[in-house]
């Protein structure tokens, strides 16, 4: 097969059926999938998703999304590695298109798509910072994680390469890896909204932590001791000091002093 389809999921069976319906029924079929159950309970265990021999489910230790991802590649066998969250899904064409256009720009080696949002089955319009961008665009993603992981086509040696997702990290897992990709390589985007982005669930992984840019920062912190050029450098740092002023207020507001006096002093160093 071309491609591996992994997707995570965990105490998600209707979510995760549904994005594995959303995988059979791309117009491009030469794909394998990949359900990596990352320990889900007991009433959720032996999850069925499909009939069709292309899908595999493994069933593991529950060790986060990053874990289950970098499990999925390792089993898998295709040339390029695409990526679904249990609660995203696919319009029929997102293969075809990005492997057409991966096809006609050989220079590219990853893409990502557009995507519609819905919050509780009702549209929600995406904000100014969302916007996305095309070609190098390592700077686009250091304030936020414009990349939804669902949307990405990449060639596995990519990821071979920088060693997968950070298993250390619970959530931004995904905002470190688009970094690090985006220091090496140009990122293509394809303007189609061509996966889907369902919200408002309770279980969202987002929802789960206090202050998620504590996590960015780590992510920020790790890119100070790769080689980066002098204004690469310099982007990072400016952009750990909004974080740490962002944090130093929400830990202000949760009248948590001593995190409030850290993040202070951070700034200043």
């Known amino acids: 097969m071309l491609v591996s389809v992994i997707i995570p999921t965990y ?24 359900v990596v159950d990352d320990g889900s309970g007991s009433d959720h265990q032996n999850i069925r998703v499909s009939e069709d021999q292309r899908v595999r489910v493994f069933q593991r230790q529950h060790r986060g999304a990053a ?54 089955g009702e549209h929600l319009n995406q904000m100014k910072k969302h916007q996305k961008y095309h070609g190098w665009i390592f700077d686009k993603c250091l304030p936020l994680c414009i990349i939804s992981a669902s949307s990405i086509l990449m060639e596995r040696q990519m990821l ?53 840019d504590r996590f960015r920062v780590r992510a920020l912190q790790k890119l100070l001791s790769l080689k980066l050029s002098t204004g690469q450098k310099e982007l990072v740092r400016q952009e750990l000091m909004k974080k740490y002023n962002i944090l130093a207020s929400g830990a202000l507001k949760r009248k948590r002093f001593l995190l409030w006096l850290y993040y202070q002093f951070k700034q200043k160093c």
Not at 94 to 109: A, C, D, I, S
């Open 11 to 34: 105490d998600r069976p209707e979510f995760t059926r549904e994005a594995v319906e959303s995988v059979l029924a791309q117009s491009f079929q030469d794909f394998e999938i990949i």
């Open 160 to 212: 071979d390469e920088l060693g997968g997702f950070d298993e250390s990290l619970p959530v931004c897992e995904d905002y470190d890896l688009w970094l690090r990709l985006s220091l090496r390589y140009p990122i293509a985007f394809i303007d189609e909204q061509l996966i889907v982005k369902r919200g408002g669930h309770p279980d969202q992984l987002s929802r789960q932590y206090w202050g998620m």
């Open 67 to 120: 874990a289950a991802r970098n499990f999925g590649v390792s089993v898998s066998a295709g040339k390029y590695i695409a990526f679904l969250d249990s609660d995203d899904l696919w319009e029929k064409k997102k293969l075809e298109k990005q492997l057409e256009y991966l096809r006609r720009g050989p220079e590219y080696k990853i893409c990502y798509t557009g995507e519609r949002w819905l919050r509780g």
